[in-house]
């Protein structure tokens, strides 16, 4: 559970024209990366948003997690002894889904 508060950074990569199935080899995949190299929208992601038509975007954190602890005066987010838990057992976790233009324009 602790580790969904953490973010990822992503970069997109195409499938694969060895896959034995043709849908999974036009399907865009994604690898962690390192933030040098992730995608605008994979710096700070930490799930894939996909919606009815089959389209797909990144999720975007509504604040950064690890800020929020720095504000709060905690040293870390998590601690390796595991005393953390008063700091996230009642914590939400929010993030968006950026809903693709189209779909926006279906819903209007």
């Not at 950074?9 to 933030?35: C, F, M, Q």
Request: aromatic share 12%; hydrophobic share 30%.
């Amino acid at each position: 559970n602790v580790a969904l508060f953490q973010h990822v950074p992503v970069k997109r990569i195409g499938g694969s024209e060895n896959d034995r199935d043709a849908n999974v080899a036009n399907e865009t995949r994604y690898r962690l990366s390192t933030h040098e190299e992730a995608d605008d929208d994979g710096m700070e992601t930490r799930f894939i948003c996909r919606f009815s038509n089959g389209e797909k975007t990144l999720s975007v954190f509504n604040f950064d997690y690890d800020y929020h602890t720095y504000r709060k005066m905690y040293k870390s987010t998590f601690t390796e002894e595991g005393f953390d838990n008063h700091m996230i057992w009642s914590s939400q976790l929010l993030f968006k889904c950026p809903v693709p233009a189209n779909l926006v324009e279906a819903v209007r």
